[in-house]
């Protein structure tokens, strides 16, 4: 499969040209022409990176990918490394952020409804980053705590209320505790996200909305996933999901 032709594909089943994104969508770093393995994971991480070599990728395609708005532009130290590796090893970086995130289908909000049996309705907020909808029968708050937890295999954390019967969800995997005010104006019972800030108490409790944090890395294991499975049967390429936890 060529490198460009397997980017052409990914851009546009992912729209990626209608996104505003803190970094740049695609490929970020260019390796060999052809690509017959394919590795996918959340970050590229340095561990990341060195466990996909001794997979023998082609290309690495991650949702946490590199050159972030602001960030400093010089390649030394921890960017060094990281770059060097794929230089050295032929491997293509390619990143998908917000296009990973609010894909209908494949993203990690959708991604996401799913394992945890959530009913998707539709799609608000900035750029549709937004999933709403309801749980597939009334529970308690505590019992969708319990219900993430388990399918994340991590302890999530609740705020608010928890005996509040639970029927209208809307959640945003990553960090995205920001988008709970969008959140309650939606009149939902629950709001889903990874990270918690200190504000975030304070509006579950007041609005009565319960929020459940359940991690960025966690919330986000299954979109990258299930894009590396659809190239895969797409283009008859060679597939591998390498995990390297993060609590956070």
Not at 71 to 85: F, N
Not at 238 to 246: A, F, K, L
Request: charged share 20%; aromatic share 6%; with cysteine.
């Amino acid at each position: 499969m060529k490198l460009n032709e397997l980017l052409d594909y990914t851009g546009q089943i992912l729209q990626v040209a209608r996104f505003k994104d803190y970094c740049p969508n695609g490929l970020q770093v260019e390796g060999r022409p052809e690509v017959g393995r394919l590795v996918t994971g959340v970050t590229a991480s340095l561990a990341f990176l060195e466990a996909a070599r001794e997979h023998g990728a082609d290309m690495v395609m991650v949702h946490h990918g590199y050159f972030w708005r602001n960030e400093d532009a010089r390649i030394v130290g921890v960017k060094q490394k990281r770059i060097k590796l794929l230089l050295d090893s032929g491997m293509s970086l390619a990143a998908y952020h917000l296009p990973l995130d609010a894909h209908p289908e494949l993203g990690n909000n959708a991604q996401l409804g799913q394992k945890v049996g959530l009913i998707l309705e539709g799609w608000t907020g900035e750029q549709d980053i937004i999933a709403y909808g309801r749980t597939a029968k009334d529970m308690t708050a505590r019992m969708l705590c319990q219900r993430v937890s388990s399918v994340l295999n991590r302890e999530a954390l609740m705020l608010g209320p928890e005996d509040k019967v639970i029927r209208r969800v809307a959640w945003c995997t990553g960090g995205a505790q920001g988008y709970m005010e969008q959140a309650i104006a939606l009149g939902v019972d629950a709001y889903i996200s990874g990270e918690v800030s200190e504000q975030t108490l304070h509006l579950a409790n007041e609005a009565g909305v319960v929020y459940i944090a359940a991690g960025h890395h966690a919330t986000e294991r299954y979109g990258i996933q299930a894009l590396g499975e659809h190239l895969k049967n797409r283009f008859n390429l060679q597939h591998h999901y390498i995990e390297i936890n993060n609590p956070v």
